[in-house]
């Protein structure tokens, strides 16, 4: 007996889903939410879908949020759609050393992204002036947030995105989003009982 069938996730409710790619455009494509989760390395928070404000609140500043779906079989020739993002909330002095985010006027910020605005955290090792007290043409070097985005094949192509090269193996982050999405996708729910050649 040969085995060249990969295990299919099963059916997807889909439903028009947008995501974004690297250079931050919008992209979008029918599919079903699987899973949702973020984490906090400075504060090991672990709340599902935390909102910016939640995290200003708890102190931290860059967090992960992985987002997972499962793309329309009759339309894709992929089975997943995986959103990786780099949140931060970090903004510098520009005259400061860290050489991170991009230069913006604080009117900027404060007109085009309201909310970011609102919980903007000034980075410790550099120490900027408090949004409060800088005026609008004012330039702060505010960190944005990264976006990654990949259409995967099967399960196992999921599985390889998941892995962190920096460990070989699934981070905390992946696994928890596997797990939740074993609950709503069969794939995924057999990826331990399931026997490769090596
Ligand atoms: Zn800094």
């Known amino acids: 007996m040969t085995m060249t069938m990969t295990v299919k996730g099963g059916p997807v409710e889909a439903t028009e889903i947008r995501v974004r790619d690297s250079a931050g455009r919008q992209r979008r494509f029918y599919g079903e939410l699987l899973a949702d989760v973020s984490w906090d390395p400075r504060t090991a928070t672990q709340a599902k879908s935390q909102t910016s404000e939640d995290t200003a609140r708890t102190k931290g500043v860059r967090w992960t949020d992985m987002i997972l779906y499962a793309a329309d079989p009759d339309r894709y020739p992929y089975e997943y759609v995986l959103q990786i993002i780099g949140r931060s909330i970090v903004y510098h002095d520009i005259t400061g050393h860290c050489n991170r985010g991009t230069r913006r006027l604080v009117g900027d910020i404060n007109k085009e992204e309201p909310d970011r605005y609102e919980v903007l955290q000034p980075c410790p090792r550099c120490r900027p002036k408090d949004l409060s007290v800088l005026k609008d043409k004012d330039i702060v070097s ?12 099967t399960v196992d192509d999921l599985v390889d995105q998941l892995v962190d090269p920096r460990i070989k193996a699934i981070g905390g982050l992946g696994q928890r989003l596997l797990d939740e999405a074993a609950q709503k996708n069969y794939a995924i729910a057999q990826l331990k009982e399931t026997v490769l050649d090596l």
């Open 142 to 153: 505010a960190e944005e947030d990264r976006y990654s985005l990949y259409m995967c094949h």
